[in-house]
């Protein structure tokens, strides 16, 4: 399984960015995929999430109202629209992916219970 973060860039406070996760799984479909970011001298933060079996999404509060996850599973392709950026929006964003994640108690905000990861890409907010 590999997975492919890309989209990242250098935006102006307000601004918008679509980061794309394209994954190589032959079941794609019975995946949760999840979005995690990592600001500089800064533990990872858990980001948005969607369960691709029934399309239910899940949001931290700092993505709540401003970034919308979505997916084309015929393109096996998870997107992350970034609306209204702020600077501390900046960070190095990774895609992740786990077949059980939403069944566990921590749920999907439990970096660790993903098995797949894929390089970052790292977007840049200027204020």
């Known amino acids: 399984v590999q997975l492919q973060a890309f989209g990242g860039g250098l935006v102006q406070a307000g601004g918008s960015l679509r980061l794309s996760c394209a994954a190589s799984i032959s079941d794609f479909e019975n995946y949760a995929v999840a979005w995690f970011r990592q600001a500089p001298g800064k533990q990872h933060e858990e980001v948005s999430c969607?369960?691709?079996?029934?399309?239910?999404?899940y949001y931290s509060d700092s993505a709540k109202g401003r970034f919308t996850i979505s997916s084309d599973n015929a393109k096996n392709t998870v997107y992350l629209q970034m609306d209204g950026l702020k600077p501390e929006d900046t960070a190095v964003y990774f895609c992740?992916?786990?077949?059980?994640?939403?069944?566990?108690?921590?749920?999907?905000?439990?970096?660790?219970?993903?098995?797949?990861w894929g390089r970052g890409t790292l977007v840049t907010v200027s204020s």
């Open positions: 992740a992916a786990d077949r059980y994640v939403l069944g566990h108690s921590a749920g999907w905000t439990n970096m660790h219970a993903y098995d797949y």
């Open positions: 969607i369960n691709l079996s029934d399309g239910r999404t």
